[in-house]
């Protein structure tokens, strides 16, 4: 593993974007200057690239955001879809992969998951990292190495990280972190903030934290977390009922719901994202949306797990801001995560549009970059950090679409394998669907996964 580096500024340039999102319409022939890292002006009417400018056909869209990550479960890939069993059958083998990585092991995986999603057009991460430690629960040398890793590896795949270092205290209400799981803990709360407070922000990195759930971060540990995250204010997140074993389980402990446990021990706020968000009262939906807590859906994972749908539109309605991650990463690819969002109400309800396709591409994008602490990506305008992504208008799935509908396009058509171009910080990190910066992602990943195995 190299040392921690950050993804470099490209000089100033241009780019001619063949049509372009402004996040409410498709506009054609627009012109982007960029400067520092930043889009210093937005020119539209220019039909043809002017000289000197970096032409980028197809539509280009604000970069996206994927708000929960598990960088290592991309090992699990195929290999747990052998039989049948359930979410608790599927994290058995889930903690087998976790118990054979090393900050160098996972540096390398994580590099590659992390260029696998820049080909998507992700150009920020969530990442919900808890292993923490070696074997054991034995602490590294650098207690952060593991963390360290997956932040040098997002700036060698060229993307933003938000490192959401979470606190894995229990195995559920009153027990002790089983075998697996000691590579998790800190102990307590108190010692993992000692911990997480060595992490020190980079120009691609911001550093946040997160509650696991409340089975594995005890009661009256809760409002250290949340105190952590309030003085640095920093990004929160936290599973959420996601199962409703989970809930039973704190019905049992608590008397409440896991929605009301976290209330009242001051984690609910705007700055906090509620995971899967999936098996809630009304109470429950109320409270989340009444603080401004947001929901990160993650519906390829949902489904892959079995887990339910989640109450979405409620929850937006309630005043739960939406954003959307790959968590599992069964698949990589925001827009069928935005696609699912929309298509499983439709199963549940037997309707359709409940959310225009620019609902959709806001939670994938802007929503996304803020769930994760980045409040100036995620839009292309002047002032914002050039990140965006660029699909092909000429695809199998996407040729033939009138170009004034992109939005519909990208959510309902496409996929991460039509982006052409990937800009983060205004550097061109993919181009023409090439990663610039990690040579053949797909041997990368090949390679990482296997190393697990032997």
Not at 137 to 161: H, Q, S
Not at 256 to 271: I, S
């Amino acid at each position: 593993m190299t040392t921690p580096t950050t993804p470099s500024t490209a000089p100033t340039r241009t780019y001619w974007l063949e049509h372009a999102w402004l996040g409410d319409r498709v506009e054609p022939g627009v012109v982007l200057e960029v400067a520092d890292g930043r889009i210093a002006a937005v020119r539209q009417d220019t039909p043809a690239p002017p000289p000197g400018a970096e032409p980028l056909r197809g539509l280009t869209l604000p970069g996206l955001a994927n708000a929960h990550s598990h960088a290592f479960h991309r090992a699990l890939r195929a290999t747990v879809q052998v039989g049948s069993g359930t979410f608790w059958t599927w994290r058995e083998v889930m903690y087998s992969v976790a118990d054979r990585l090393t900050p160098e092991s996972y540096h390398e995986l994580a590099r590659a998951v992390y260029a696998e999603m820049a080909l998507a057009g992700i150009t920020a991460v969530g990442e919900f990292h808890y292993l923490h430690h070696a074997r054991g629960g034995t602490r590294y040398a650098d207690p952060n190495a593991m963390g360290e890793a997956l932040i040098a590896a997002a700036a060698e795949a060229g993307i933003r990280i938000t490192l959401l270092d979470t606190c894995y205290l229990s195995a559920g209400f009153g027990q002790p972190p089983q075998a697996h799981q000691r590579r998790f803990s800190d102990g307590t709360a108190a010692a993992w903030a000692e911990r997480s407070s060595l992490l020190k922000e980079r120009d691609h990195a911001r550093i946040g934290a997160a509650v696991h759930s409340v089975r594995a971060v005890p009661a009256d540990q809760l409002a250290t977390v949340a105190r952590w995250a309030e003085e640095r204010r920093a990004p929160l997140h936290v599973h959420l009922s996601e199962q409703t074993a989970e809930n039973e389980a704190c019905l049992q402990a608590h008397g409440r719901t896991p929605t009301r446990l976290l209330a009242d021990h001051g984690v609910l706020g705007p700055r906090t994202t509620g995971v899967h968000n999936t098996h809630l009262t009304h109470d429950d939906i109320a409270l989340l949306g009444g603080t401004s807590t947001g929901t990160c859906m993650c519906p390829t994972t949902e489904r892959d797990l079995a887990d339910g749908i989640g109450p979405a539109v409620a929850l937006q309605r309630a005043g739960s801001p939406l954003s959307l991650g790959s968590d599992s990463h069964a698949v990589i690819d925001l827009f069928e995560e935005a696609r699912a969002m929309e298509l499983n109400e439709r199963l549940r309800t037997r309707t359709r549009g409940h959310w225009t396709a620019a609902a959709l591409l806001r939670a994938a994008s802007v929503d996304g970059h803020a769930a994760l602490g980045w409040d100036d990506v995620g839009v292309i305008e002047a002032g914002a950090r050039a990140d965006f992504t660029t699909i092909a208008l000429d695809s199998v799935r996407t040729a033939g679409a009138p170009a004034r509908l992109g939005a519909e396009t990208a959510v309902f058509a496409a996929t991460g394998a039509d982006v052409r171009h990937t800009v983060v910080n205004g550097r061109q990190i993919v181009r023409d669907g090439t990663h610039t910066l990690v040579p053949d992602v797909p041997q990368a990943l090949a390679r990482a996964v296997a190393a697990l195995s032997e």
